[in-house]
């Protein structure tokens, strides 16, 4: 919950505003490729939003994804994010918050803007504002300090309304701070049953008629693929570049030139502990992650288990590995983590350090020293690079020869028969899924030559590694089999589904004795299935607590009661079936002020978060938008 609250306060209401916020600071390195239009992106209640300010909106949120993803976005993804959509969500909260601050009566006065422009760091020399710097870096970025300063006041603007907003939402009640800390931090065991598909395997029995008619329902299954048998030219520059002689010298040369490329970089071993706090979220955010950040050192310093703190304590992604990040170079992590790690010796812990993605305790496991190859060592890559680059305007002449050849010939054979010194290789069948070791082609001539019909020849094939001319020369079209041809496939297979078909049968079985007012043990007894227990479960424990309790099913846990201490229905997880019975709930100790503290801070930007939202869905309804056309 305490998590949740937390997600809330940094939901897209806020997130929009501390975006639009940032616009004015993001211009420079920026393009739009719609500047050209004179229409409005989207209008609200008559305030125009131009396509530059979209772009660069669009821009910004694309680069924060990307950064998620090492600095590139993988195509498409950024459209199964629908981020156009928020960013016009964005851009249009921004502007009705800007809009009620009017109605509102709050302003931003120009000392504000110019302290604000003062103090922006883009703008300073030696911590000092300068002019010159300033209105060389707007006219670099085609803006003009009116413009630049107009964006900034709207901006501003909307920071205000949401500070004189929130302060309508100031206190929180120790009754709720108390309750949010009781739910958090309470834990409860079950005892569950599991029912596998492998404790009925051996139940089931396989009956002639009734494997055969099942056979005749998923016989397709079965069906063979396409096979083929060919014959063909390799010209791939592999192939070609064999034939090419390299000396020594210019092995040589290449490897002093390119020594870089036999050079391995240091690389160290690390874990870390990371509390996330981006430059999107509230300053109050930001202090209370550096504060636990400073307590989480003190620990780190006093357990000799690093990675049993980042299971309890990281907010990141390897918190469930113990933090584990891997060996990594310095180039692959952002510059402040990577000066701490390399500035480090092997077991030593850092203070903590503050990047993009939040506030990091780093423990130094290893380290990996860089290695450069030898010449001997790298003489065959060498040898090979340089055959493959030659390899390759050749590869073209001989195949575009050999082609021309076939036809004037009459025939691939005939071509090979007046041809000897470029040998036709052949195959037997295969599939093109399973293609035998001996067959050279690459995927992509595959999925041409498969296309072929029998006794066809290709054209021409271009492929990343060369090229091939390939004749079909016996074509095995697709075949449903007879029951006795894949017997022992289909057998395991009938053996699987009906298990899981029991599975299924005999977790609804002791469902519906529970529901009978059957107790769990002797339901366990009649179905003789062997009660485990769970342990003490916790809410926000993100490393899996039991081995053979799932994790998924811990929330599902936590909503069973002594009214209804039984699972409703089996649960599912993988091939398996649980049901649990409520065993215990324990309740936390009393906390004191400062364990409350992170509590009443996220429920008090809970509040603040449903107020603001309340007030811009109430803006919005009875605000007049468009939205252009081409967006």
């Known amino acids: 919950m305490l998590q949740i609250l937390r997600n809330k306060a940094q939901s897209i209401v806020i997130q929009a505003i501390v975006v639009i916020i940032a616009l004015v600071f993001i211009f420079w390195g920026v393009g739009s490729n719609m500047n050209g239009s004179r229409e409005s992106a989207i209008l609200v209640n008559g305030e125009e939003i131009s396509f530059q300010d979209f772009q660069v909106a669009y821009d910004r949120a694309h680069q924060n994804l990307a950064a998620q993803f090492g600095g590139t976005l993988p195509k498409g993804l950024a459209e199964s994010f629908g981020i156009k959509q928020q960013v016009i969500n964005q851009l249009v909260q921004a502007a009705l918050l800007r809009q009620g601050a009017t109605e509102m009566g709050i302003v931003v006065s120009g000392e504000e803007i110019q302290e604000t422009v003062r103090s922006m760091p883009q703008f300073q020399e030696n911590g ?36 004189e907003i929130s302060k309508f939402a100031a206190l929180t009640s120790e009754y709720e701070v108390e309750q949010l800390y009781s739910y958090e931090n309470e834990k409860v065991a079950v005892d569950f049953v599991r029912f596998t598909p492998e404790q009925f395997t051996d139940a089931v029995v396989v009956n002639e008629d009734e494997l055969a008619k099942w056979f ?41 030139s390119n020594i870089d490329q036999f050079t391995t970089a240091e690389k160290r071993h690390a874990r ?69 790690v390399f500035a480090m010796q092997p077991g030593e812990v850092s203070e903590v350090v503050k990047t993009a993605f939040g506030y990091h305790i780093i423990k130094l496991e290893e380290i990996q020293p860089a290695v450069t190859k030898t010449l001997d060592e790298a003489r065959a890559e060498i040898v090979a690079a340089l055959q493959d680059k030659e390899a390759q305007p050749l590869a073209f002449q001989m195949a575009n020869s050999a082609y021309e050849g076939i036809i004037g010939a009459g025939s691939i054979q005939a071509y090979a028969e007046n041809n000897p010194d470029q040998p036709l290789k052949e195959s037997g069948f295969f599939a093109q899924t399973a293609p035998p070791a001996d067959v050279t082609l690459d995927a992509q001539a595959l999925a041409t030559a498969f296309t072929l019909k029998k006794g066809e020849l290709s054209s021409l094939i271009k492929t990343d590694s060369g090229y091939a001319i390939v004749f079909a020369e016996e074509v095995k ?144 309804k009875e605000a007049q938008i468009t939205v252009h056309k081409n967006l």
Do not use: W
Request: zero cysteines; hydrophobic letters at 40%.
């Open 128 to 163: 000092v504002f300068d002019m010159d710097k300033y209105q060389s870096i707007l006219a670099a970025n085609r803006l003009t300090p009116v413009k630049f300063e107009n964006n900034l006041r709207h901006d501003m603007l909307a920071q205000k309304t949401i500070q």
């Open 216 to 256: 005749e329902g998923v016989r397709d299954n079965y069906r063979s693929e396409p096979m083929m048998k060919l014959r063909y030219f390799d010209f791939s520059y592999a192939e070609v570049g064999k034939k090419i002689d390299i000396d020594e010298a210019r092995v040589a040369e290449y490897y002093n």
């Open 272 to 340: 870390h502990i990371l509390l996330t706090a981006n430059d999107q979220d509230s300053e109050e955010l930001h202090k209370e992650k550096a504060q636990r950040a400073e307590e989480i050192v003190k620990l780190a310093a006093a357990s000799d288990d690093f990675a049993d703190l980042a299971i309890q304590y990281s907010e990141g992604p390897s918190a469930p590995q113990g933090g584990d990040l891997g060996f990594f170079t310095r180039e692959q992590m952002v510059p402040e983590f990577g000066e701490a």
């Open 477 to 620: 079209e697709p075949e449903t089999p007879a029951l006795d041809a894949v017997r022992e496939r289909a057998t395991a297979d009938f053996v699987a589904e009906k298990a899981a078909e029991m599975t299924q049968q005999a977790a609804a079985d002791f469902v519906a004795k529970l529901n009978s007012e059957t107790s769990f043990e002797e339901a366990a007894k009649e179905a003789s299935a062997t009660i485990l227990n769970s342990g003490l479960l916790e809410r926000r424990a993100q490393g899996q607590q039991n081995t053979d309790f799932p994790g998924a099913l811990t929330e599902k846990a936590f909503k069973l009661t002594t009214a209804a201490p039984s699972s409703e229905e089996a649960e599912m997880v993988g091939s398996d079936y649980f049901i649990m019975n409520l065993k215990e709930r324990q309740a936390p100790g009393i906390a004191d002020s400062d364990e409350l503290e992170p509590y009443r801070q996220a429920l008090l930007r809970s509040k603040q978060q449903d107020l603001l939202g309340a007030f811009i869905d109430n803006l919005k």
